[in-house]
Nanobody, 116 residues
Framework: QVQLVESGGGLVQAGGSLRLSCAAS????????MGWYRQPPGMRRELVAT???????NYADSVKGRFTISRDNAKNTAYLQMNSLKPEDTAVYYC??????????WGKGTLVTVSS
């Protein structure tokens, strides 16, 4: 069983920064990527950023230039540095881990609230 635990969410003013962390534990066999998704209030879950085991990254257009994803393979931990936050970044942020076929594991989420 694999567990993903997010931390680092909270309330921040527009223009501020937050850093999210995701620690994975359990029987991790083969994972191709770790990533972050978010679900704004009343909206569907959407991709924010992913990073492969080799370090290749992918970002949603809405966060390019403001968010940076990174990972520590030895610690099975992923990070999301979020700068220049906007009110529209308000959402529950979920950590994800998976293979090329899709997401295999989800965290429970951490709330990020950006006030204007």
């Amino acid at each position: 069983q694999v567990q993903l635990v997010e931390s680092g969410g909270g309330l921040v003013q527009a223009g501020g920064s937050l850093r999210l962390s995701c620690a994975a534990s359990g029987s991790i066999v083969r994972i191709d990527f770790m990533g972050w998704y978010r679900q704004p209030p009343g909206m569907r879950r959407e991709l924010v950023a992913t990073i492969t085991s080799g370090g290749s990254t992918n970002y949603a257009d809405s966060v390019k230039g403001r968010f940076t994803i990174s990972r520590d393979n030895a610690k099975n931990t992923a990070y999301l540095q979020m700068n220049s936050l906007k009110p529209e970044d308000t959402a529950v942020y979920y950590c994800a881990m998976g293979r090329s076929s899709g997401v295999d594991y989800w965290g429970k989420g951490t709330l990020v609230t950006v006030s204007s």
